[in-house]
């Protein structure tokens, strides 16, 4: 009697397991075996008011705790700033090439102990090689040599797309201007 059970219920076993070895949540594929679908890099350029640049500043500090002012970064680690940009972005490391388009957030420092930033932002691109925006968000510890943050989604071009985005600052001029180099790897494109 219970030969006949399981020789009836192996069909049904054998089915059950090999649904579950096929399984996505199973899986032995590494995250990082995984290629982009698009890769680009892109450098945006950040020039911060300092009282006497407004023709030329991309970006301002907006609100800063009480012992700071919002023309000099704060002491301790820039803690308790927020700024906003409007960055030209282009395809090279100078600042006057043509840009393909602007990254367009707000960063703020958030800690006393630690050179780090939080970034969220969109890259707005509209040139003949790229239309509509990507979207990032993420810590910034800027000491490193290069940091990641999440690409979240993106419109146009980019609709709905995911990733990793691998920061490097390429150049710094003092407290009013720097440059970011980044490098997009996108997992999910549409």
Same mark, same amino acid.
């Given at each position: 009697?219970?030969?006949?059970?399981?020789?009836? =219920?192996?069909?049904?076993?054998?089915?059950?397991?090999?649904?579950? *070895?096929?399984?996505?949540?199973?899986?032995?594929?590494?995250?990082?075996?995984?290629?982009?679908? =698009?890769?680009?890099?892109?450098?945006?350029?950040?020039?911060?008011?300092?009282?006497?640049?407004?023709?030329?500043?991309?970006?301002?500090?907006?609100?800063?705790?009480?012992?700071?002012?919002?023309?000099?970064?704060?002491?301790?680690?820039?803690?308790?700033?927020?700024?906003?940009?409007?960055?030209?972005?282009?395809?090279?490391?100078? *600042?006057?090439?043509?840009?393909?388009? =602007?990254?367009?957030?707000?960063?703020?420092?958030?800690?006393?102990?630690?050179?780090?930033?939080?970034?969220?932002?969109?890259?707005?691109?509209?040139?003949?090689?790229?239309?509509?925006?990507?979207? *990032?968000?993420?810590?910034?510890?800027?000491?490193? *040599?290069? =940091?990641?943050?999440?690409?979240?989604?993106?419109?146009?071009?980019?609709?709905?797309?995911?990733?990793?985005?691998?920061?490097?600052?390429?150049?710094?001029?003092?407290?009013?201007?720097?440059?970011?180099?980044?490098?997009?790897?996108?997992?999910?494109?549409?």
């Amino acid at each position: 009697m219970e030969r006949g059970y399981l020789h009836s =219920r192996f069909p049904a076993l054998f089915f059950f397991l090999a649904l579950l *070895l096929t399984s996505p949540a199973i899986s032995t594929k590494s995250v990082r075996g995984i290629q982009p679908c =698009r890769s680009l890099v892109l450098f945006f350029h950040d020039i911060i008011y300092n009282g006497k640049n407004a023709a030329n500043a991309t970006s301002a500090i907006v609100a800063a705790p009480p012992w700071a002012n919002r023309t000099i970064l704060a002491p301790m680690m820039n803690f308790g700033d927020i700024v906003v940009f409007d960055d030209p972005v282009t395809l090279d490391n100078n *600042l006057h090439s043509p840009p393909v388009g =602007r990254a367009q957030g707000l960063y703020l420092y958030d800690s006393k102990t630690i050179f780090t930033a939080w970034l969220a932002f969109s890259l707005v691109l509209n040139s003949t090689d790229y239309k509509g925006t990507i979207n *990032l968000v993420g810590a910034d510890p800027l000491m490193n *040599l290069t =940091r990641d943050i999440s690409v979240v989604g993106g419109t146009g071009d980019f609709f709905m797309t995911r990733g990793i985005a691998t920061l490097m600052t390429d150049a710094i001029e003092g407290v009013v201007y720097f440059r970011l180099r980044l490098d997009i790897k996108l997992y999910e494109c549409y």
